[in-house]
């Protein structure tokens, strides 16, 4: 690869290869596996799951392939004998997974990862798997807005009760078309007074009568 040798096909191939998986990964955790056996790796690659892909690779192939995709800062992780866990789903599960298995195995030691365009060192590799998973952290988030919802919900239910009260209290004070029309106009109610004779005292009708009588005669 370097001092002007050609790589060969085969070579050529791989780095293509990894590239490929550097590419279409959405984190890459890289551990160190000193006498990790080969039953090992076929376990520890089971429990990882099937969203992450764990691949023992050489150094040299593994930095060129990262440096065609861009992220030539890997390799200062690529020392001594490293194995990759490529991560095509949540790296926070994914991390979870290899510490656990790290308890499991103790000749895989994280050394640190890349993700989100950075690279992490051990500490902060490990670090990842003290995280909420993508899945925990949407059950909150759901669980959230279920109770923002329902609340919201009994405050429509609040008002509106509210407001049908009110509409009740309103209807009762109004009377309705048939009632008003059975109550007496009150300026008709005045007119009807004034129209009516005022009555005559006694007195007074017995002289009228009287002198009538009397141009009579």
């Known amino acids: ?43 520890l690659r089971r429990t990882l799951g099937e969203d992450t892909r764990f691949s023992v690779v050489k150094n040299t192939l593994m930095r060129r392939a990262a440096g065609e995709a861009g992220l030539g800062e890997l390799e200062r992780l690529l020392e ?68 923002e919802m329902s609340r919201a919900a009994g405050m429509f239910q609040t008002l509106q009760g509210r407001f049908l009260s009110l509409l009740e209290a309103y209807k009762e004070k109004v009377p309705s078309g048939e009632e008003a029309a059975a109550e007496p106009d009150a300026g008709q109610a005045i007119q009807d007074e004034a129209n009516v004779p005022a009555p005559q005292a006694e007195g007074a009708e017995s002289a009228e009568a009287q002198a009538s009588e009397e141009g009579e005669e």
Request: aromatic share 4%.
């Open 1 to 43: 690869m370097s001092g002007g040798v050609m790589p060969s096909p085969e070579k050529v191939e791989q780095v293509a290869r990894l590239k490929g998986r550097i590419s279409s990964s959405q984190a890459l955790l890289l551990a160190e596996y000193r006498g990790l056996s080969v039953k090992d790796a076929t376990e």
């Open 80 to 147: 001594g004998p490293t194995a990759v866990a490529f991560v095509a789903g949540d790296p926070v599960a994914a991390a979870k997974r290899v510490v656990e298995a790290a308890k499991r195995f103790p000749a895989l030691a994280l050394k640190g990862a890349f993700m989100e365009g950075r690279v992490l060192g051990a500490d902060e590799a490990r670090g990842l798997a003290e995280l909420e998973s993508r899945d925990v952290m949407l059950s909150r988030l759901a669980g959230a807005l279920k109770a």
